[in-house]
């Protein structure tokens, strides 16, 4: 840090010599030019390093041993924690489980999606919605577990509003795997649908309002504008938003834990690998088994490239 | 690109290279002794406890305050882990894991003496202490338990007695009639899962030795299969079987809550629920809070006889060991006697003494009168369940296999219970071959 304070002197000196003398600007103003934006960059990169790469390292180190995650010792295995990941069959299945999920994921974006258009145009209150409809992502995904689960109980909230409308199911909605997963998947969307929305929306104030203008003149109808200007002109943002989905849907993760702790079928794919490292102990094992979900999400992401591939869009 | 890819790969060899195990000390074999003379005795010590509720309601405090008059020059400080087990883990990466500690269940018994310092030999420590075998490894005994607990169902009286039982059942078919009586004649749930909180569903496993009374019955799960017809854990995954299958259980257990099944049962919306003596003394405050008599909570054996007496296994709950890398392990070492010894924490908690010429507690009076046959387990084999247990991912101290069997019985995962238990004893005897050898 003391470095970039030294530096700013020097630096502010440079374009003033420039202007006096063509030459090119000596030999140290031009070492510190091409230093600056590194040092700037330190510590950024430092905590990057320490605190996302360093432990993939670590953790891509641990999966090719058997360590349990304390004792001392510790052996190298080569790779064979990963042909247990791909020789056991009941290691993948949870990730059925991600499919109540996906779906969930497809209903939450084309939400997220009509309200970020209603609320673009001028609409009583829009402020308000807004606000109601981000709330949920500034809210702790643990107390939303928990609030959750209150409100799924027998007798529970949901069930004194279904009893509202004279509607009395008596179900317990955590009870099987259907309804469970059912469950977790809409408390998902309710949880993530503001960030999307906020995504959209902010998507969809950068498109220059003259274009409205312009359609109107031409007779364009609303669906029209959504068709022709603003789904062209957020398609970036909702190729993000696609690919974050697809990707969060495989490693969902906080609300099933927390409410079920991934039981009555629904572990996912996290909940299992966290249950190998700290369950049983087995941390190469899990680690594999993180590592090799990276690679399910990054082989997801090129395919979804690759069928998507995300060409500049030029509205005007 | 190109240039990026390089410092990637720069960047990821750095990484790579030093060894990338975060494992602390080697150090080995080290002796807490203790000291001779307990004025002389000085050094700031931190104690790890799970005890969040003590440290917070300042009653760990009161004990480091009677410690302290006897030995004055040490100070104690208290450190509660609200998720024991997953923290210390990582601290133990590291030599910072406080001075006296509880052995986790994630360290081998091997490992003992690399983590912890020795408290004595096993032949001078189990003259006086129970549960010495727990924690040895070698001859030399790592830990010591300050309570001992009782696994054993926590009941509430009043309803049992409403039902028409006073007689504690002696078989799992007579258990069941009393819980379906309670279930037609009073407006209790007959029994509760505590499904959700998981951790509960795991103490079925220590009906392990209550049922055919066998102080060897470890060794047993270390060497056969677990679910064997009339073995004592299918015994007990059978009763729970039944009972949530014939509807004794809650409603929906995917949502009950732990902390409120206590005031429910001292109320006696809860009639029954399997536990240890531990709970015991929790049910009976939880009683005093919600103004209902703390003596109607009772306790009663497994309900299995041989020759005619009920059996109860006593076995230890954590275990106090001092840290191997402690600078004050006289320090430590003469806080775990004091705790253990003179403390009264025992007492404070209506636990059985860890002491072996201490009398039982008055609230298991009513274990003496019926002549229950208390065993303690013998652990030599307990290392080795353990880690075939973590091997095989079957998970008799996890909760994920009950939370499996209850779904089974009340119909949200398809199967039989026959094909169920063949299945985990399937996994657990090949388990079996490739850790031992046999």
Request: aromatic share 12%; charged share 20%.
């Amino acid at each position: 840090m003391t470095h970039t304070t030294e530096k700013v002197p020097s630096e502010a000196a440079a374009p003033a010599s420039e202007g006096t003398t063509p030459l090119p600007a000596p030999r140290r103003t031009r070492t510190w030019r091409v230093l600056t934006p590194w040092l700037f960059l330190l510590a950024p990169l430092a905590l990057l390093i320490t605190f996302t790469y360093a432990p993939i390292a670590n953790m891509v180190a641990y999966s090719f041993t058997d360590w349990d995650g304390v004792s001392p010792e510790l052996h190298y295995t080569g790779a064979e924690n990963y042909t247990e990941i791909f020789t056991r069959e009941d290691l993948f299945q949870v990730f059925f489980v991600s499919g109540y999920y996906l779906i969930a994921s497809v209903i939450q974006i084309v939400a997220a999606l009509y309200f970020a258009t209603i609320l673009s145009f001028q609409v009583r209150f829009r402020n308000f919605y807004k606000g109601v409809l981000f709330f949920p992502s500034l809210v702790n995904g643990v107390a939303i577990g928990f609030v959750f689960l209150y409100f799924f109980q027998d007798g529970g909230t949901f069930d004194t509003v279904l009893g509202l409308f004279g509607v009395h199911t008596d179900h317990a909605w955590l009870g099987t795997p259907f309804s469970a997963n059912t469950s977790l998947a809409g408390v998902s969307v309710w949880r993530y649908l503001g960030m999307n929305f906020v995504l959209f929306l902010g998507a969809i104030q950068s498109i220059p309002g003259e274009l409205y203008e312009a359609s109107e003149l031409d007779g364009a109808t609303r669906w029209h504008q959504f068709r022709y200007i603003i789904l062209p002109g957020i398609k970036p943002v909702l190729t993000l938003t696609v690919i974050l989905s697809v990707s969060g849907s495989l490693s969902a993760f906080e609300i099933p834990y927390i409410m079920t702790g991934g039981a009555t079928g629904t572990e996912t794919f996290v909940i299992q690998t966290v249950k190998l490292a700290f369950q049983f102990n087995k941390t190469g094992l899990a680690s594999a088994a993180a590592v090799v979900l990276l690679l399910i999400i990054l082989l997801v992401t090129w395919v979804q490239r690759r069928l998507v591939p995300d060409d500049r869009v030029d509205l005007v | 690109m190109n240039r990026r890819t390089v410092l990637a790969l720069v960047a990821g060899a750095a990484l790579l290279l030093p060894g990338c195990t975060g494992t602390g000390g080697t150090s080995k074999g080290a002796d807490a002794k203790a000291p001779d003379d307990p004025s002389k005795v000085s050094g700031d010590i931190t104690v790890l406890t799970v005890r969040t509720d003590l440290v917070q309601d300042g009653t760990m405090k009161k004990y480091a305050a009677e410690f302290n008059k006897i030995y004055p020059k040490v100070k104690v400080e208290f450190q509660a882990l609200t998720n024991y087990e997953a923290e210390i883990k990582i601290r133990m990466n590291t030599e910072d894991y406080g001075d006296v500690l509880l052995i986790p269940a994630v360290i081998k018994k091997n490992d003992y003496p690399k983590f912890f310092a020795s408290l004595g030999t096993e032949a001078e420590r189990a003259a006086k202490y129970r549960f010495t075998d727990f924690t040895t490894v070698d001859g030399k005994v790592y830990g010591q338990s300050p309570v001992g607990v009782m696994p054993g169902f926590v009941y509430n009286k009043r309803v049992w007695r409403e039902a028409g039982i006073t007689e504690w059942p002696t078989t799992t078919a007579g258990f069941l009639a009393g819980l379906k009586a309670i279930k037609q004649k009073t407006d209790a749930v007959p029994y509760y899962t505590n499904f959700a909180a998981q951790w509960p569903l795991t103490s079925w496993t220590y009906v392990n030795g209550s049922v055919g009374c066998d102080p060897r019955a470890t060794t047993k799960l270390a060497q056969g299969d677990p679910w064997a017809r009339g073995s004592d854990l299918r015994v007990g995954d059978g009763l729970l079987y039944d009972i949530v299958r014939q509807g004794l259980a809650e409603k929906d257990p995917t949502t009950t809550n732990w902390e409120l099944s206590k005031p429910q049962l001292a109320k006696g919306e809860i009639a029954t629920q399997w536990l240890g003596t531990w709970a015991i003394i929790q049910f009976q405050d939880a009683a005093k809070k919600a103004g209902v008599n703390p003596e109607d909570i009772g306790f009663m054996p497994f309900p299995a006889q041989s020759d005619g007496a009920f059996c109860a296994t006593v076995g230890p709950d954590y275990n106090q060991a001092v840290n191997v890398h402690s600078p004050h392990k006289e320090a430590a070492r003469a806080w775990i006697d004091w705790f253990t010894d003179k403390s009264g924490y025992d007492r404070d908690n209506l636990a059985i003494s860890p002491l072996k010429d201490a009398p039982m507690p008055q609230v298991l009076k009513p274990y003496d009168d019926a002549g229950v046959k208390l065993i303690e387990l013998d652990d030599s084999a307990g290392a080795e369940v353990k880690l075939i247990d973590d091997e095989s991912e079957v998970g008799i101290y996890k909760p994920e296999y009950r939370q499996d069997l209850v779904d089974l019985a009340r119909g949200a995962k398809k199967g039989s219970l026959d094909d169920f238990l063949a299945d985990l004893g399937k996994k657990w005897t090949a388990t079996q071959k490739s850790v031992t050898g046999r």
